[in-house]
């Protein structure tokens, strides 16, 4: 049950790279949730094909989380390098009507699963609250400053996706629109320019029963708490679960970025985010590269299982929480109604 609850990053761009059948050996274990793919890992849409077709025959039951960022514009992991048709970021298409946005999504997706991928990390639902932003308006990430245009223009990148069998992510909740600072680099505080209203679009969609995952930053808003949104259960639990009404799969943005990195270790890491109601641990597996990663978390949450009842409890909240949403991959089970796997009867070792 925790090795679902890992999705990590690794070295390689061919199927027999070691860092490949690694991953493909974890995924085939059971050890192992999903990996997310970086540009370094896309040497052409072949080899990806390749890789993606190994790694979902690896658990042909419950197939990984095959996941990477395409966005559009500058957030693309699959670019024209190797043949695949890149399309304008979101501020640009959301300058536009919704009908041309469903239909270049639409040729978006189908080109991602066509090559094996079963989630895409998007759409981002940042409001546009300050051009100055280095990370979201700088690269035109946010597709308005207005909540229901960001709604409306996330629709049709999410429909188009299921359209295409492919599980989305909205993000970076609770809201990196109003933000000066890039959580890559270190802690982004956002008490004094974040504002109630970046919630909408997630009020919205939620609403709508459309939303796969919800992938939380990293920023801090000492009004709601001391930690980090990522690790915060203030923001997890009590606002997006409790507030917003949220019960599907929550998932980290990437927890080696600088803003946790540097202040937290990674078993403070790992124990918070799921004490916080993080169902999905997200790891580029870049700062410091290694196959071991995958299985220093898993040892870090069954240690910490096998101690407390209440984590064994959360880990397995978690668990079925993923495993109805990977019954969808492809175009199964509606999010309304999911199938439920039972949880696996086993000893408390195999968490």
Same mark, same amino acid.
């Given at each position: 049950?925790?090795?679902?609850?890992?999705?990590?990053?690794?070295?390689?761009?061919?199927?027999?790279?070691?860092?490949?059948?690694?991953?493909?050996?974890?995924?085939?274990?059971?050890?192992?949730? #999903?990996?997310?793919?970086?540009?370094?890992?896309?040497?052409?849409?072949?080899?990806?094909?390749?890789?993606?077709?190994?790694?979902?025959?690896?658990?042909?039951?419950?197939?990984?989380?095959?996941?990477?960022?395409?966005?559009?514009?500058?957030?693309?992991?699959?670019?024209?390098?190797?043949?695949?048709?890149?399309?304008?970021?979101?501020?640009?298409?959301?300058?536009?009507?919704?009908?041309?946005?469903?239909?270049?999504?639409?040729?978006?997706?189908?080109?991602?699963?066509?090559? #094996?991928?079963?989630? *895409?990390? #998007?759409?981002?639902?940042?409001?546009?609250?300050?051009?100055?932003?280095?990370?979201?308006?700088?690269?035109?990430?946010?597709?308005?400053?207005?909540?229901?245009?960001?709604?409306?223009?996330?629709?049709?990148?999410?429909?188009?996706?299921?359209?295409? #069998?492919?599980?989305?992510?909205?993000?970076?909740?609770?809201?990196?629109?109003?933000?000066?600072?890039?959580?890559?680099?270190?802690?982004?505080?956002?008490?004094?320019?974040?504002?109630?209203?970046?919630?909408?679009?997630?009020? *919205?969609?939620?609403?709508?029963?459309?939303?796969?995952?919800?992938?939380?930053?990293?920023?801090?808003?000492?009004?709601?708490?001391?930690?980090?949104?990522?690790?915060?259960?203030?923001?997890?639990?009590?606002?997006?679960?409790?507030?917003?009404?949220?019960?599907?799969?929550?998932?980290?943005?990437?927890?080696?970025?600088?803003?946790?990195?540097?202040?937290?270790?990674?078993?403070?890491?790992?124990?918070?985010?799921?004490?916080?109601?993080?169902?999905?641990?997200?790891?580029?597996?870049?700062?410091?590269?290694?196959?071991?990663?995958?299985?220093?978390?898993?040892?870090?949450?069954?240690?910490?299982?096998?101690?407390?009842?209440?984590?064994?409890?959360?880990?397995?909240?978690?668990?079925?929480?993923?495993?109805?949403?990977?019954?969808?991959?492809?175009?199964?089970?509606?999010?309304?109604?999911?199938?439920?796997?039972?949880?696996?009867?086993?000893?408390?070792?195999?968490?």
């Amino acid at each position: 049950m925790a090795g679902q609850m890992i999705v990590v990053g690794f070295a390689g761009d061919s199927v027999d790279d070691k860092g490949v059948v690694s991953a493909r050996e974890q995924i085939a274990a059971g050890t192992l949730g #999903g990996v997310i793919y970086l540009k370094t890992n896309g040497a052409s849409l072949k080899a990806v094909r390749e890789m993606n077709a190994a790694f979902r025959d690896a658990s042909p039951g419950l197939p990984p989380f095959l996941t990477l960022d395409q966005e559009g514009g500058s957030v693309e992991r699959l670019t024209s390098d190797v043949g695949f048709k890149e399309v304008p970021n979101a501020a640009t298409i959301g300058a536009g009507h919704p009908a041309d946005a469903r239909s270049i999504y639409n040729r978006m997706a189908r080109g991602i699963a066509d090559v #094996g991928f079963t989630v *895409n990390f #998007g759409p981002v639902v940042d409001l546009n609250l300050n051009p100055k932003n280095k990370i979201i308006a700088r690269f035109g990430r946010a597709y308005s400053d207005g909540a229901n245009t960001v709604t409306v223009f996330a629709e049709q990148f999410i429909a188009a996706h299921h359209q295409a #069998g492919i599980l989305t992510a909205i993000k970076h909740f609770p809201g990196h629109g109003s933000s000066t600072d890039d959580s890559h680099e270190g802690y982004v505080d956002i008490t004094d320019s974040w504002q109630a209203k970046e919630l909408e679009p997630y009020r *919205n969609l939620i609403a709508s029963k459309t939303v796969d995952m919800v992938m939380v930053g990293h920023l801090i808003n000492t009004r709601y708490s001391e930690l980090p949104s990522s690790l915060s259960p203030e923001w997890i639990t009590g606002v997006l679960r409790d507030e917003l009404g949220f019960d599907g799969v929550v998932i980290s943005d990437d927890l080696e970025m600088g803003a946790i990195r540097e202040h937290f270790s990674l078993k403070e890491t790992v124990v918070r985010a799921v004490r916080a109601g993080m169902d999905v641990l997200l790891f580029s597996n870049t700062a410091k590269a290694r196959v071991s990663l995958a299985s220093e978390i898993r040892d870090i949450l069954i240690a910490e299982a096998e101690a407390d009842p209440s984590f064994a409890a959360r880990i397995e909240q978690s668990y079925r929480r993923i495993v109805a949403l990977k019954q969808r991959i492809g175009g199964g089970a509606t999010a309304e109604a999911p199938a439920v796997a039972p949880i696996p009867q086993a000893r408390p070792a195999s968490l």
